[in-house]
């Protein structure tokens, strides 16, 4: 039984710390557009696909970051 709930418990844990990465990366991304001065903003539909879809959203963001850094366009 005690085996059990500390799988519960670690599984819990591995889903949290997912959701608050997404969170995070959210809150990252603003800080991002405010600094930029830009004008596009997530809308909620978008920032919870974020939220959820992080490592994809990430990866993107940081290879369109450095292209446009490097300009390869």
């Known amino acids: 039984m005690q085996i059990h709930l500390m799988k519960t418990v670690s599984m819990i844990s591995s889903i949290l710390f997912y959701l ?3 969170v995070i990366i959210n809150f990252l991304y603003d800080k991002f557009i405010d600094w930029s001065e830009a004008e596009y ?16 959203a990430l990866i993107l963001f940081i290879y ?3 292209k446009t850094y490097f300009g390869n366009e």
């Open 64 to 66: 369109h970051a450095l």
């Open 20 to 22: 608050m990465s997404g």
């Open 41 to 56: 903003r997530f809308n909620l539909r978008e920032r919870l696909i974020v939220g959820l879809l992080w490592p994809l």
